[in-house]
């Protein structure tokens, strides 16, 4: 595609449900990258992939956050048990490899009531 | 850890002049890479400018430049002839040379009004 894609745009869940956000990468990039931006802050790293694998998770702030990338495109973010501490909104981005420039997307605010 | 402060939550300038925002990190590392991000309302993250520690020579680009202060481990940007388009939110951003290419730790950020 012609840049980062994420779904939804935003997205309104009650606590304790289970979410997931979508990243579809820039055709043909290898690494991609899931930052969470919360109100008034800078974006914080969550993990890093690859190709499937995640490179680098050291970001995840707890169990209750997991991601995945299976065919080494898209990739999803899944949230468990949402909290409103969650509430944020959920950036992604891609890059050739892991030396290239990162295309970041529009991002996914979530909203946890 | 790496940390990087931007103590300017806000900045305003006046179309066709020059601004300054401000940004300092804390690092024992010798080798790493500085950024500023530009972040319109769409919440798009874009490049602005990179600057790698082991140059002494303060990178440009276009209407953008930085000054960078290794010692003082200060990385400042000077936006100059300020456009409309301009305004946003800017990040400034570190990145270990030991760490992945897109692993970033990001300051507070500064909005930037640009007045016509």
């Known amino acids: 595609g012609a840049g980062v894609s994420q779904t939804p745009s935003n997205k309104v869940t009650e606590k304790g449900k289970y979410v997931e956000l979508r990243c579809d990468p820039i055709s043909g990039h290898t690494a991609l990258y899931w930052y969470r931006q919360s109100l008034g802050q800078g974006p914080e790293f969550l993990i890093y992939?690859?190709?499937?694998?995640?490179?680098?998770d050291s970001g995840l702030p707890n169990d209750r956050f997991f991601a995945v990338r299976p065919e080494g495109s898209v990739s999803t973010l899944k949230i468990q048990r949402t909290e409103r501490g969650d509430s944020a909104v959920y950036l992604c981005a891609s890059s050739l490899d892991g030396t290239a420039p990162l295309h970041f997307g529009n991002g996914t605010r979530l909203t946890v009531t | 850890a790496q940390t990087v402060t931007q103590s300017q939550p806000e900045m305003s300038v006046q179309e066709a002049e020059t601004v300054t925002l401000s940004c300092t990190y804390d690092t024992s590392e010798s080798d790493y890479y500085l950024f500023w991000y530009k972040q319109p309302p769409s919440r798009q993250m874009i490049l602005v400018i990179r600057q790698e520690a082991y140059k002494q020579q303060n990178a440009t680009e276009n209407r953008f430049s930085v000054n960078f202060q290794k010692a003082a481990k200060s990385f400042s940007l000077k936006i100059s002839d300020s456009q409309l388009g301009d305004a946003a939110m800017y990040f400034c951003?570190?990145?270990?040379?030991?760490?992945?290419?897109?692993?970033?730790?990001f300051g507070q950020g500064t909005i930037l009004t640009v007045h016509p």
């Open positions: 992939f690859q190709g499937t694998g995640a490179a680098d």
């Open positions: 951003a570190y990145r270990s040379a030991m760490a992945s290419y897109g692993k970033l730790t």
